[in-house]
Nanobody
Framework: VQLQASGGGLVQDGDSLRLSCTAS????????MGWFRQAPGKEREFVSA????????GHADSVKGRFTISRDNAKNTVYLQMNSLKPGDTAVYYC????????????????????WGQGTLVTVSS
């Protein structure tokens, strides 16, 4: 599975952005999807995740209420809508896919994910 993330950019404090991640080479609906981010000098951290069907989703406390993850299995794409962005959200954002043969849940642990995209940079200026 290849993942291509896009939608990053330079925005102001309080602005919104929508990230997209399009998958190819696999059956998209077989994968739970996640977004992670890595700020300069920091470790990669969980942002949001969504189950294969889209019925279950979760977010890190730091983004809860501001970010929303969604997916369109017909388009092989997962989205991350980011509202009320803050300078602390500045990071490279990565999408990731975790193959699931059954069940419906989501996971915040990076080591659970099998495939990773190349990342897209989000910079929020104050």
């Amino acid at each position: 599975v290849q993942l291509q993330a896009s939608g990053g950019g330079l925005v102001q404090d309080g602005d919104s952005l929508r990230l997209s991640c399009t998958a190819s080479g696999g059956t998209f609906s077989s994968y739970d999807m996640g977004w992670f981010r890595q700020a300069p000098g920091k470790e990669r951290e969980f942002v949001s995740a969504i189950s294969r069907s889209g019925g279950y989703a979760g977010h890190a406390d730091s983004v809860k209420g501001r970010f929303t993850i969604s997916r369109d299995n017909a388009k092989n794409t997962v989205y991350l809508q980011m509202n009320s962005l803050k300078p602390g959200d500045t990071a490279v954002y990565y999408c990731a896919a975790r193959f699931r043969s059954g069940g419906s849940t989501w996971d915040s642990r990076a080591f659970r994910y099998d495939y990773w995209g190349q990342g897209t940079l989000v910079t929020v200026s104050s």
